[in-house]
Structure formats: C-alpha cells, structure tokens
C-alpha cells in the first residue's frame, strides 16, 4: 500500500484496546494480553517515528482503570516501569521526546521517579513526541482547566471576557500538543471513553476489530491510508475547499 508521504497526519491518538480478549482466546492470562500489548507498542512507536508522523499520543491508563482489579492495576504500573527502563535507548536512538499526560501525582511513586527521569533523559530530542496518558481522564482534565482559570478570574490575573480557546487550551495537559488529525481505537468497540476530549474536535477516527496485542505495522499503514482518502471539511463544504 503507497502511503502520501506529504500526507502524514501530524498528530495519531490512539486507544489500544482489548489485550484482556485476545489473551483469553490463547488461553492465557490478562497478564500475557499486556506483556503482548507492550511489544505492539514498541512496534507502533518505531513506525510511527519512521513515517514522520510528529505526535504519537497512546492511552495506557485512565482515571476510570483504578476500579480494575488491584493485582491487574499492580501488573499494569510494573510493565510500566520496565518498559520505560528497557525503551530508554532505542528512544534515544530514534530521537523520541518522552511526554506523559494526566495526573501523575496519584501513581505509584517508582512509577512517578521512572517517567520523569526518561522525561529528563529525551528532553532534548527534536524527533517525535511520544505522549502516554496515564491517570488520564478528558473530563478530569478539563475540569482541573476550569478550575485553574477560575482562580485566576478571582485573582483577578484574568478577566471572563478574556477566557477563550486559547487561554483554555494553555491550561490543559495537552496544552503542547497539536489537535488529534486521527484517532485509532482496537477491539471493535467505538467510543472515544473520555480520551483527549478537547483535541478530538476535529479528528478523523478509525476504528479497527483487529485486537491491540495483534496491531502492527501494516495494520497502522490501513489506518494512516483510510485517512488520506478522507475530505478535512472543517466545518467548511467540499466547494470551498477545492476552490
Ligand atoms: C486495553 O486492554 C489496554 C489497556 C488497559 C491499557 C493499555 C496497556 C498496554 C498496551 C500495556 C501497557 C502499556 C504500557 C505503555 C507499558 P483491555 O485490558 O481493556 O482489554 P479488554 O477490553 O479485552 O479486556
């Protein structure tokens, strides 16, 4: 499949669902579905930095996860913290800046130590922005937002006429980050489940009944080509834009 090379959407989201089924379905645990699920992660991160696509935004853990069972909350911070330690170099290698979303002040602390040290390590890099959201939530996010401007309406360091997309979009965690072109969600189901609610406005989503343990490169290259037949009206019509 020919890929637009001058057509890669600059900013991927993707939701990496079902790695509890496909584990199932090998009879094995839900242990095995996440261990599998890192190595589709490794894949994706090193073809997405291949094709050029600038963001790279993954949900690894919402706000809603915590109501999982603890041992399965426990597997999923520990795969975590290997993961960041084994991926440090070829993050390294590949000029990926290291960046997390969410609110990491309620993870554990190992957790918290590891991210920002590989944030530290790859803040320099000028390649790919690798984002992983992680006690992350879009309404949370929001509200933390609003909550901030609130106070600086108080304070009287902003004034309501003034409050704007602009001044809401600095005080968000994907403040850095351009809005989502295109958003993959895996395993059949389509719901966004509060994921990147600001930035999805205008996102192309695509969803996939392929299992995340079992998305590669190929099926990512699917995902970018579905998209580049796509006509980005943005509120405007198909006149106007081909004008
Ligand atoms: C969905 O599968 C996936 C997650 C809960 C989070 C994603 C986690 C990984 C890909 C592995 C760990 C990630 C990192 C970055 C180290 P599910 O458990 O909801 O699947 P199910 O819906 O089939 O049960």
């Given at each position: 499949?020919?890929?637009?090379?001058s057509?890669?959407?600059s900013?991927?989201?993707?939701?990496?669902?079902?790695?509890?089924?496909?584990a199932?379905?090998?009879?094995k645990?839900?242990?095995?579905g996440?261990?599998?699920?890192v190595?589709?992660?490794?894949?994706?991160?090193?073809?997405?930095?291949?094709?050029?696509?600038?963001?790279l935004?993954?949900?690894?853990?919402?706000?809603?996860?915590?109501k999982?069972?603890?041992?399965?909350?426990?597997?999923l911070?520990?795969l975590?913290?290997?993961?960041?330690k084994?991926e440090?170099?070829?993050?390294?290698?590949?000029n990926?800046?290291?960046?997390?979303?969410g609110?990491?002040?309620?993870?554990?602390?190992?957790?918290?130590?590891e991210l920002k040290?590989?944030?530290?390590?790859?803040?320099?890099?000028?390649?790919?922005?690798?984002?992983?959201a992680?006690?992350?939530?879009?309404?949370?996010?929001?509200?933390?937002?609003?909550?901030e401007i609130?106070?600086?309406?108080?304070?009287?360091?902003?004034?309501?006429?003034?409050?704007?997309?602009?001044?809401?979009?600095?005080?968000?965690?994907t403040?850095?980050l351009?809005?989502?072109?295109l958003?993959?969600r895996?395993?059949g189901?389509?719901r966004?489940?509060?994921?990147?609610?600001w930035?999805?406005?205008?996102?192309?989503?695509?969803?996939?009944?392929?299992l995340?343990?079992?998305?590669?490169?190929?099926?990512?290259h699917?995902?970018?080509h579905n998209?580049?037949?796509?006509e980005?009206?943005?509120?405007?019509?198909?006149?106007?834009?081909?004008?």
């Amino acid at each position: 499949m020919n890929l637009d090379l001058s057509k890669i959407p600059s900013h991927v989201a993707v939701i990496m669902d079902g790695n509890g089924r496909w584990a199932k379905a090998q009879g094995k645990n839900r242990l095995f579905g996440h261990k599998t699920g890192v190595k589709a992660v490794q894949k994706i991160v090193q073809e997405s930095a291949r094709l050029g696509i600038k963001n790279l935004t993954l949900y690894a853990f919402s706000t809603e996860n915590w109501k999982r069972p603890e041992q399965e909350v426990t597997i999923l911070m520990t795969l975590l913290v290997s993961s960041l330690k084994k991926e440090l170099k070829q993050m390294t290698e590949n000029n990926i800046l290291f960046n997390t979303i969410g609110d990491l002040s309620k993870l554990p602390g190992p957790v918290q130590k590891e991210l920002k040290y590989t944030i530290e390590q790859t803040q320099n890099n000028s390649g790919m922005k690798l984002t992983l959201a992680l006690n992350y939530g879009g309404k949370e996010e929001l509200t933390q937002a609003f909550k901030e401007i609130a106070h600086k309406v108080k304070n009287n360091i902003i004034s309501p006429e003034n409050v704007d997309e602009t001044i809401i979009n600095k005080h968000l965690y994907t403040r850095n980050l351009p809005d989502v072109d295109l958003l993959i969600r895996t395993s059949g189901e389509e719901r966004i489940s509060n994921f990147l609610l600001w930035k999805i406005a205008y996102a192309e989503l695509y969803f996939t009944e392929i299992l995340w343990p079992e998305f590669n490169e190929s099926h990512l290259h699917l995902a970018i080509h579905n998209y580049q037949k796509r006509e980005r009206r943005f509120g405007k019509t198909s006149e106007q834009l081909n004008a």
